[in-house]
């Protein structure tokens, strides 16, 4: 299929297969696993793979299209595949070519599923997770607090901090073994079905064969740089979730203040969506804060909008089986996921804006 048609038909199975069953995916695990393995069915979980190992090598803005959809419809399950789909693109950048024909041919189908563990770069002060250099590889010691998808992914990819301040990435395997020791699944208030777990390593031997890369000194916090504005897809995925709600409500109670409403966070939402793509073009130091105001647009609607849905449905909203709950705590993690030192501020900043 070309990159439109699977993004159409990735589309199609979101609204008629996964959104039916996004409370149940939401608090089950094995609905989890039910859903991961429907976009696996379907090839969907290397949508960025280049075409020579099976492509579709989606372009950027079909990527974020997708991101945007997926949140719309399960945000657990959103979250939970995007570790996944990262890898794909952090393998296929890789010089280890073993590492990449063994992993990219079966990373859309599912039979290679590999998580993400490397946010601990993004801390200050000395490193929690350490590699040093050795014959045939390097060998890790250290914590790395979060990793989601224990029993779905086989494998993470861990960052690790090297000596020059380099860090080096490599898979690990999600799973106790000598030298891993993965934690119990979290207890969380959103998103508890994609099985959160920290893993420490004690003299783990990552080798050569199964590294990855290597980055300069500051590569997360230049790669969030970049991405400020980009990762907002799953904000904006999360608003038109709560958005769906409020409709649903303002016409089966007939309440024409919601209808406005509904328009209103609408047309609110897709001027942010054309802002945020017109700086996706322009990707410069001088457009940072600008950028930054646009990530804190993104996370304060997904807020909004779920609260509009809370407000909308009445009581009924304070059911755990309720959608609106379930949408109101995914835009919690939309709030927090990737969250920067800058991106805080800026959170922080449009919160406390004068009302006036």
């Known amino acids: 299929m070309m990159p439109s048609s699977v993004i159409e038909k990735a589309v199609q199975i979101l609204r008629e297969e996964i959104a039916p069953r996004a409370q149940e995916i939401d608090r089950d695990p094995e609905a989890m696993r039910w859903a991961l393995s429907r976009l696996c069915e379907h090839d969907l979980m290397a949508l960025k793979r280049p075409a020579e190992y099976g492509g579709p090598a989606i372009s950027e803005n079909e990527m974020r299209d997708f991101q945007e959809e997926i949140a719309r419809y399960s945000g657990a399950l959103a979250f939970l595949q995007t570790q996944h789909q990262g890898v794909v693109g952090m393998i296929a950048s890789s010089g280890n070519q073993p590492l990449k024909d063994e992993y990219l041919p079966q990373m859309g189908n599912g039979r290679k599923l590999v998580g993400v ?107 969030d740089q970049i991405n400020i504005a980009q990762q907002g897809s799953f904000a904006m995925g999360c608003a038109r979730a709560g958005l769906d709600i409020l409709l649903r409500n303002a016409e089966r109670r007939s309440l024409c203040f919601a209808h406005e409403a509904h328009q209103r966070l609408t047309a609110e939402l897709e001027e942010c969506r054309r802002l945020t793509e017109e700086s996706r073009r322009d990707v410069t130091e001088e457009t940072t804060e600008e950028r930054l105001r646009l990530r804190a647009w993104q996370i304060d609607l997904a807020v909004r909008c779920a609260h509009a849905a809370i407000a909308s449905s009445s009581g009924a909203a304070n059911s755990i089986d309720h959608p609106a709950q379930r949408v109101y705590r995914e835009a919690l993690v939309f709030t927090v996921s990737a969250q920067t030192g800058p991106i805080m501020e800026a959170t922080l900043n449009r919160l406390v804006r004068d009302p006036l």
């Open 117 to 223: 563990g490397f946010s601990q770069l993004r801390r200050p002060g000395p490193p929690i997770m350490r590699a040093e250099p050795t014959e045939g590889g390097y060998v890790l010691n250290g914590h790395v607090p979060w990793v989601t998808g224990w029993s779905m992914f086989g494998e993470f990819m861990i960052g690790a901090s090297l000596p020059d301040g380099r860090a080096v990435f490599g898979l690990v395997p999600l799973s106790d073994r000598e030298g891993v020791k993965v934690s119990e699944p979290m207890r969380l208030a959103a998103m508890e079905a994609a099985m959160t777990v920290s893993v420490d390593l004690d003299g783990y031997f990552l080798s050569e064969t199964r590294t990855a890369l290597v980055r300069e000194k500051g590569w997360i916090q230049n790669s």
